[in-house]
């Protein structure tokens, strides 16, 4: 049990916890609701007094120095006392009480600033720390609401765009960090394990941005559309037609993966495998890391992707598999890293996009609402997986030849089987099923609806650069489970940032 406060200690706060149990016992034939937001709101009063009132006594015991010298070598002998700044805390207002330390011609220095390590703007750490977690969950406007349902402090909605902005400073040098070290990071971590594979993926998604934070090709080209009077139409946008609101956003995946070998049929049901009850357990992602950027270009995240893949496996022990959805520019992006790197990976295009060309081709041999329709891809797709996408290209045309489809009817035929010829390097499913290897991109489309759309296409969210790289970056990490260990990394950068960087020597004051 912790001794009894000494008399004359913390005044203020104890008269103050003194009122507040007196209007509790004025309040015997309340309910307990009414009981409960009378000390809340009451006791919020009395914290903010016992912090006031720590800051007060420590102010007067604060020790004057002979001299201080700052990082632009200025030595300064003066000292003032009575310098007061403002912090807002999640109990309130409070007033801090320093020395400065002044020269003429040289910005005042406050060596307690720094062992407070108080934030250069006016909100605490604890209250940027919140407003960052709740900013990620919804809308900035929801967060203002909950940081002042939660403290009872009310703060503007820019005021909580910067402080998540602060917050996320640190995330890439956070994660480098990590990398540089040798050292594991929440989730992310991986176990090592020579018998695990390692899976690499890649997507992207647009986030609708105000004009001046899209991408200068884009900005050209819906200034160009305005210009030429817009669409055809007045109310929609054409098929194809682009609106120029959007800036791409790309998230990658890195996740260790148990292989698990299997059969087409294990996969898709067609044919005599329609009723087949003894299907294995999917393997599930494990360790999962997730990076996003709006800012940064693809060809950045993808090698952030390859850089946490390489911290994982450093000597190259594992398998590495890359999953990606076909895009032309990415695999050029992949191939790249990995000439670089001196790596191999085997790439593997996501089996929902073969599919989906399928069932387009589908639709010039059925009609929309035959049965068959359904059969006949599932056929078609266990062939796929079989290692046979060259024959059922060649397939496909013969049968659209056969049929003496027209150049309309047979599109579908024709997108299908430029897809799979384009794509023939990237369908090696029959090796990919017999060593275990995942096939979909499941992963990374689910980050990207998490990461992107689950936060960024609220409705009527226009989005600045800064804070919409923000906003992904901070829910990559609390998507990784590292918040906490980064926080105290960036907190750490801060007091860098704020204070060391203004003593000569760091924080070694000259005496």
Known sequence: MAPPCPPGRFPPPRAAFEQLL??????????????????????????????QEWLDQRAQREERLPQVAGSDQVVRRAAEAGHKRLLSTQFGTVEVERIAYRVRGAANLYPADA????????????????????????????????????????????????????????????YAYARSSGSGSGSGSGSGS?????????????????PEALREETRRAAAKKAASGGGPFATRLAGGEKNGRKRMATVGAVYDFAPMPRDPGDVIRGGDNT????????????????????????EQVIGTVFDEAERRDPDREREWVMLVDGACHQLDLIHDQCDVRGTEVRILIDFVHVIEYL???????????????????????????????????????????????????RSGVDKAVGYLRAK???????????????????????????????????????????????????????????????????????????????????LTLAA
């Open 359 to 409: 069932w387009g081709a589908a639709w010039c041999f059925f009609a929309r609402t035959d049965p068959a329709a359904e059969a006949w891809v599932g056929q078609t797709a266990l062939r796929v997986l079989g290692g046979e996408a060259a024959q059922v290209t060649d397939a496909l045309e013969a049968q659209a030849d056969a049929e003496e489809l027209d150049d309309q009817r």
């Open 22 to 51: 007196a209007g509790l016992s004025d309040r015997e034939d309340a309910s307990h609701a009414e009981v409960e937001e009378f000390i809340t709101t009451r006791g919020r009063e009395v914290h903010r007094l016992m912090l």
């Open 275 to 298: 009723d087949r009850t003894d299907r294995p357990e999917r393997s599930r992602a494990r360790a999962k890391w997730l990076t996003a950027s709006v800012e940064r270009d693809a």
């Open 115 to 174: 062992d407070l390590d108080l934030p250069v703007a006016l909100h605490s750490h604890v209250l940027k720390k919140l407003a960052a977690v709740e900013a990620v969950r919804g809308s900035f406007e929801a967060a203002v609401a909950a940081i002042e349902r939660t403290t009872g402090t009310h703060m503007g909605k820019r005021q909580v765009e910067q402080l998540v902005q602060r917050a996320a400073a640190d995330v890439d040098d956070f």
């Open 194 to 210: 020579e018998e695990l594979l390692l899976v690499l993926s890649a997507d992207s998604k647009g986030i609708v941005m105000r």
């Open 424 to 506: 023939l390097p990237y369908l090696g499913y029959d090796i990919a099923l017999a060593e275990g290897w995942p096939i979909a991109t499941g992963v990374i489309e689910g980050a990207c609806r998490h990461l992107i759309k689950d936060r960024m296409d609220i409705t009527g969210a226009r989005w600045g650069l800064a804070g919409a790289e923000a906003v992904l970056k901070l829910r990559a990490v609390i998507s990784n489970g590292d918040f906490e260990e980064y926080w105290e990394y960036h907190t750490q950068r801060e007091h860098l940032r704020v204070h060391a960087i203004r003593y000569r020597d760091g």
